[in-house]
């Protein structure tokens, strides 16, 4: 009977000991959240994403109404035409200018050949002249005429593009691949600009930022390899393996829900561990970290 009392004694011990090991350091998961935004203003005739699912980055969403959009470019585009018939007509104008430019230099080498005669007068050639460079001034207005509706056109053409762009981004597609964590929107409802429709963030990957003493501080370095601990039941701990990515150059107080109100009061280092997520890590679960 004593030798079953001291082998139950010895486990009990051993189960003890191995409870109250405590880890070099505390901390708790993170991820690295986005929160995504809608850039256009309307109503989201379309918002099939649901919390808790995972959807693809290029995955569309949602659709915001691009009707009143739609409108816009058709007037712009009704401009735009009326415009770009003024074209054949500024060419006609030039074309009869140029026309009547012609006659009267066959005119001119007429009163040329006359004058060399002595039938001509030189008034008769520099009216002539003058009549020539007032049909040049005539046909170089009228080219502006022209430049300005080439520059009406490009404006318009110009705006165009910017509604087309605006439409575009009126069909909500998602950019990154992860879990929808908070929904703050509904399908039917109005959005503006910059307004937040939902937060998203990779689980695949899950970082445990955890808190080391100034004395273990020289111990920890980009890029090691560390146990990061979770519980897993009362007496079961799952055990992975972590990098360590990211080491603060600042001290700070040990967060309040870390340890005993003694150990709070000391300065430590916040650290962040980089694990493989098999869907037991869950943001803001505790965890614990070794280092080998």
Partial sequence: MKKYLLIIAIAL?????????????YGNFEADEVIISSEVGGKLLLFTIEEGSVIDSG????????????????????????????SPNIAAQI?????????????????????????????????????INLVDKQIASIATQNSSVGDEILG???????????????Y???????????????????????????????LSYIFLKAYVS????????????V????????????????IVTWVSSTAEFTPKIIQTKEERVNLVYAVKIKVK??????IGMPGEVNFK
């Fill in 59 to 86: 995955k569309l969403i949602g659709i915001v109404d691009t009707t009143d959009l739609q409108l816009k470019k058709e007037q712009l585009m009704a401009q735009r035409g009326a415009i770009s018939t003024k």
């Fill in 214 to 225: 100034e004395s273990q501080l020289a111990a920890v370095k980009l890029g090691q390899k």
């Fill in 172 to 202: 909500l597609v998602n950019s990154i691949k992860g879990t929808v964590l908070d929904k703050y929107m509904m399908q039917d409802e109005l959005v503006a600009p910059g307004k937040s429709l939902y937060k998203i963030a990779d």
């Fill in 156 to 170: 318009i053409d110009k705006q165009i593009a910017q509604i087309n762009q605006t439409i575009k981004k009126s």
């Fill in 227 to 242: 146990e990061v601990l979770i519980d897993k039941g009362e007496k079961e701990m799952g055990k992975y393996e972590g």
């Fill in 95 to 131: 074309e009869v200018q140029q026309q009547q430019k012609n006659n009267l230099l066959i005119d001119k080498a007429r009163i040329e050949k006359l004058l060399k005669d002595g039938a001509a007068t030189k008034k008769q050639l520099d009216d002539i002249n003058g009549s």
């Fill in 277 to 282: 997520n098999d869907g037991a890590m869950k």
């Fill in 13 to 25: 011990l051993a189960s003890c000991s191995g409870k109250n090991k405590k880890s070099d350091a």
